[in-house]
C-alpha cells in the first residue's frame, strides 16, 4: 500500500458544483495534513492545513479522519480558476516529519 | 507570506556538464529544505531532506553522489546535478520549512534539460 493515496481524476465538473475529494494514507502516526494545489508547470502552493477539528475557508473545507486514516477535501461552487491538480501532503510520523505527496488529482472546471 | 525562490529557473545543458541550482527562503529562516523532482504528468517525487550544517538525507534510490546538496545557511541550500544525462531532465523544486510541522513553501522550480 502506498503511503499517500489519491484518486488521479481526472473530475470533470461544471461551475458551480460541489466537488469532494479523498486521500488516504498509511502511517498511523502521521501528525500533519496538508492540501495543496498546483497549476501546470507551476510549483505546488498550499491551500489549507488539515487540523482534527476540520476546517474551513471559504469555498474549501478540509477534513481529518484518524480513525480511517483519510482526509478530504471539498470544494463548493466551483469556479472555472479552481482547475488545477490538488495534492495531499501527509508528514511521515513517529518522530520525521519528512512528508509526502499523494500523486494528486486533477480537478477541471468547465462553463 | 514566506517567499522561496529558486535560480536557474531554466536551464539547457550538454550532457557530462553539471549544472548548479540555488534555492533561498527570502524573509524567513529555514531549518529544513526538500528537494523534488517532478516528471510531467507525475507527481512530485521527494530526492533528499537538507538541515543547515548537516549532511542531507537521500530517499532511497536517489544517488548521493550525483545529486550533491550543499545547506550552507538557514536561507540557502543548493542541488548540483553532476554529469547530467538527458535522464536527468526534469523539474526540480525545492520547499523550506521553519519547524517540524510547519508548512513547507515552496520555490517556482527550475526546469533542467540535457541535450
Known amino acids: 500500500r502506498k503511503e499517500v493515496e489519491q484518486d488521479p481524476g481526472p473530475f470533470n465538473v461544471p461551475e458551480g458544483a460541489t466537488v469532494a475529494f479523498n486521500c488516504t494514507y498509511s502511517n498511523s502516526a502521521s501528525q500533519s495534513f496538508f492540501w495543496y494545489r498546483q497549476d501546470c508547470r507551476k510549483e505546488p502552493k498550499l491551500l489549507m492545513s488539515v487540523y482534527s477539528s476540520g476546517n474551513e475557508d471559504g469555498r474549501f473545507t478540509a477534513q481529518l479522519n484518524r480513525a480511517s486514516q483519510y482526509i478530504s477535501l471539498l470544494i463548493r461552487d466551483s469556479k472555472l480558476s479552481d482547475s488545477a491538480t490538488y495534492l495531499c501532503?501527509?508528514?511521515?510520523?513517529?518522530?520525521?516529519?519528512?512528508?509526502?505527496f499523494g500523486r494528486g488529482t486533477s480537478l477541471i472546471v468547465h462553463p | 507570506g514566506a517567499v522561496v525562490s529558486q535560480h536557474p529557473s531554466r536551464v539547457i545543458c550538454k550532457s557530462g556538464t553539471s549544472v548548479k541550482i540555488e534555492c533561498r527562503s527570502l524573509?524567513?529562516?529555514?531549518?529544513?529544505m526538500f528537494w523534488y523532482r517532478q516528471f510531467p504528468k507525475k507527481s512530485l517525487m521527494l530526492m533528499a531532506t537538507s538541515n543547515e550544517g548537516s549532511k542531507a538525507t537521500y530517499e532511497q534510490g536517489v544517488e548521493k553522489d550525483k545529486f550533491l546538496i550543499n545547506h550552507a545557511s538557514l536561507t540557502l541550500s543548493t542541488l548540483t546535478v553532476t554529469s547530467a544525462h538527458p535522464e536527468d531532465s526534469s523539474f526540480y523544486i525545492c520547499?523550506?520549512?521553519?519547524?517540524?510541522?510547519?508548512?513547507?513553501?515552496f520555490g517556482p522550480g527550475t526546469r533542467l534539460l540535457v541535450l
Open positions: 520547499s523550506a520549512r521553519v519547524g517540524l510541522e510547519e508548512t513547507q513553501y
Open positions: 501532503v501527509v508528514n511521515r510520523g513517529g518522530g520525521s516529519y519528512i512528508p509526502t
Open positions: 524573509d524567513f529562516q529555514a531549518t529544513t
